[in-house]
């Protein structure tokens, strides 16, 4: 029988952009995840993100056979969320994988206090170009060469990229092609395409970034915690890995690229999360 691994998304990217990873990870474990955090009204975004902690906790629970325990791994945000609810609920978690969510503690998390209040974490962090994001494209054609003229999403491996595309900004259901799905008969490729993460849903995700997690790890975690980051990371930069260190007890890799390599070298990344995972089954 595999093992149960929930995969929890970074901050704007549905689950369903980490499809090539899913399908690397598939022989040795069945991947679970949620499409989008935050867009389910039980669970709002707020300080600290307690309801969105315990949306992953309802999710691991309604579909976790009765004793089992699983992997939590996460990106960014969902590197964040894995580690609270194995906090929350370590008897349900055999361990933790963080890509590139590198913890704030000490100083820093006086400061990212301290900018929270101000307002100054708006311009520090990718927030503000949140707020003004495009939301529409008269095309896949469109959306595709828009995503794909930008330095950051050039470098993405060209099958991520893809499914972003595909599942980030689905074509808009429209009359008969709602019953039929999103396909190319339909006319899915040129209907109109439409962001599928809210905007502002992500803007609330940046402005409410957790500031305690670090005094909450401070004397250790329950469970195993493995830590993967990118060498050109710039939130890496920014937090340090100081209290990540201690928290992970050497089970840390490093990938070339920036803080959205899963999706610039998703196969390396597949290899490194087996790599690391095995290790803290070990």
Known sequence: ?????????????PASTYRTIFAELADDYEIR?????????????????????????????ARRP??????????????????????????????VVMLDS?????????????????????????????KNR????????????HFHAKPAFARWDERMLSDYIDFAIPA??????????????????SRPRKLAFDRDVEFRIYKTL??????????????PVGFIAGTHSREVRQVGLNMTQRIVDGHLEWIEGSHLFPMER?????????RTLNGLRG
Not at 210 to 223: D, I, S
């Open 33 to 61: 995840a949620i499409e989008r955090f935050g867009h389910d009204p039980r669970f709002p975004v707020t300080r600290d993100w307690p309801h969105l902690v315990d949306q992953l906790l309802e999710d691991i629970d």
């Open 66 to 95: 009765a004793d089992a325990k699983v992997w939590l791994v996460g990106h960014s945000l969902g590197g964040y969320l894995s580690l609270m609810a194995a906090l929350k609920r370590p008897q349900w978690v055999k361990g």
């Open 172 to 189: 808009e259901m429209v009359g008969a092609a709602a019953v039929g799905g999103i396909n190319e008969a339909a006319g899915g490729l």
């Open 210 to 223: 957790p500031r305690t997690l670090g005094a909450r790890v401070a004397h250790g975690v329950p469970v």
């Open 102 to 130: 590198p913890v704030i503690a000490g100083w820093r998390s006086n400061l990212l206090r301290l900018s929270q209040w101000t307002g100054l974490d708006t311009r520090l962090s990718p927030a503000a170009a949140t």
């Open 134 to 145: 495009r939301t529409d494209w008269p095309s896949r054609e469109d959306a595709w060469r």
């Open 266 to 274: 998703p196969v390396e990344t597949a290899r490194a999360l087996q």
């Open 1 to 13: 029988m595999k093992d149960i691994l929930h995969f929890s998304h970074a901050n704007g990217f």
